[in-house]
């Protein structure tokens, strides 16, 4: 049974209001109250003063492939437990195991890790479920995946990853008809479908939306750049209501002028941050293994060895900070692109991505310069500074 707390003094970023002071009940791993003013006396709770520090909904990154030495692909729990500690240290609460392209066989392997971890890890983040980055994609547009395993999408492949029961988000390219029965069958089963590495034109998205696509993953990179004559994907990112839109907020990836462009076409609620983080993120700068391919980690990017960016080392907490300060919005302004949206693209929001009464209590304490001072996945402080 978890432990009963009454957070107070805090400073609670909620669905349309700031409670500064404000407090709140936790049981049971839910926000059973909360209010503004002095906290109520609940003697069964155990006090914590969040000293006036900013209480925000947990971060939910659905687009995370590695850190500290370990990746998705490497098909270890273990390797996905490190992982979760570490994302908590930085104010995750939830995240998606990312795969890339490879092997039929290597992503199997990483998908059945995924399924005999998934769920609360001690100290961690809650491991929510798996996220297909690949390998249904445009070889014209591979960004760091492996061009050798690219393919489209054949239902004896993709079938069964689908009934592993894991699967939240599918990222493929979306132009090509192959892919279309994909499309289809994620989105009757409920799994957010994403255009990644991709070739689309305007009018191939627009087509995909019909289909039940409804995100841009990594929005700028690896797509089709917006043109004043054919839109492509960028464009389709910026003009479409039914999309919403990944954003790796490293300051690399995304020059924050783009990042301010995104935001003032599709405003907070439409834009979902990422980090992308492959095995190098919370490592020394150096080289490493990238499915048999040299990266390197320098001057906080990682690259392949002809310069090809792969990944980031990006944390939550930096690519947040980085957003506001591109965006030139303070965090109760934008801070439903670090976890609602994501929660609502992967259909959790009814559970979590925001603070409110009967919600789980997937929390994180930010001082004033938005250091991570303490993470609560479900009623547990799994990570205090």
């Not at 980055?133 to 004896?156: L, S, T, W, Y």
């Not at 080289?287 to 002809?306: I, N, Y």
Request: glycine fraction near 10%; charged fraction near 20%.
């Amino acid at each position: 049974m978890t432990t009963a707390y009454l957070v107070h003094n805090a400073r609670i970023i909620a669905p349309g209001q700031i409670l500064a002071p404000g407090w709140m009940l936790i049981q049971d791993g839910i926000i059973q109250a909360m209010g503004r003013g002095d906290a109520p006396q609940f003697e069964f709770a155990a006090p914590v003063n969040a000293n006036g520090h900013t209480l925000m909904p947990g971060f939910i990154d659905v687009h995370v492939h590695g850190a500290v030495g370990h990746d998705t692909m490497d098909a270890s729990p273990d390797g996905l437990r490190a992982m979760a500690r570490f994302y908590a240290s930085h104010g995750v609460t939830g995240f998606l195991a990312t795969t890339w392209t490879e092997t039929r066989e290597k992503i199997t392997r990483a998908l059945e890790a995924i399924a005999a971890t998934v769920g609360r890890i001690d100290g961690g983040a809650m491991l929510i479920g798996a996220h297909l980055e690949g390998p249904f994609i445009n070889p014209k547009r591979p960004g760091a995946q492996n061009p050798a395993h690219v393919r489209r999408a054949d239902p004896a492949e993709a079938m069964p990853y689908l009934e592993m029961g894991i699967v939240r988000q599918m990222s493929l390219a979306s132009e090509f008809p192959e892919n279309h029965w994909l499309i289809r069958e994620c989105a009757r089963r409920g799994i957010n479908v994403s255009a990644a590495h991709t070739d689309a034109t305007y009018a191939d998205m627009q087509y995909a939306i019909s289909m039940g696509l409804t995100q841009t993953t990594h929005t700028f990179n690896a797509m089709t750049p917006l043109g004043h004559r054919e839109l492509g994907v960028v464009g389709a990112a910026l003009m479409l209501p039914e999309l919403r839109c990944e954003l790796i907020a490293d300051n690399i990836h995304v020059h924050p002028g783009a990042m301010g462009l995104l935001y003032r076409a599709r405003g907070a609620e439409n834009i979902v941050l990422i980090t992308d983080a492959v095995r190098a993120a919370g490592m020394p700068e150096g080289e490493f293994d990238m499915d048999g391919r040299t990266a390197s980690l320098r001057d906080g990017a990682v690259r392949l060895s002809d310069g090809t960016l792969a990944g980031s080392a990006l944390t939550f907490d930096v690519g947040l900070r980085n957003f506001a300060a591109a965006v030139g919005q303070p965090f109760e302004s934008i801070w439903m692109a670090a976890s609602l949206n994501a929660a609502r693209a992967i259909g959790i929001a009814h559970r979590t991505g925001s603070i409110e009464v009967g919600k789980d209590a997937d929390l994180v304490l930010l001082d004033d310069s938005a250091t991570v001072q303490w993470t609560m996945v479900r009623g547990e402080i799994v990570y205090q500074r």
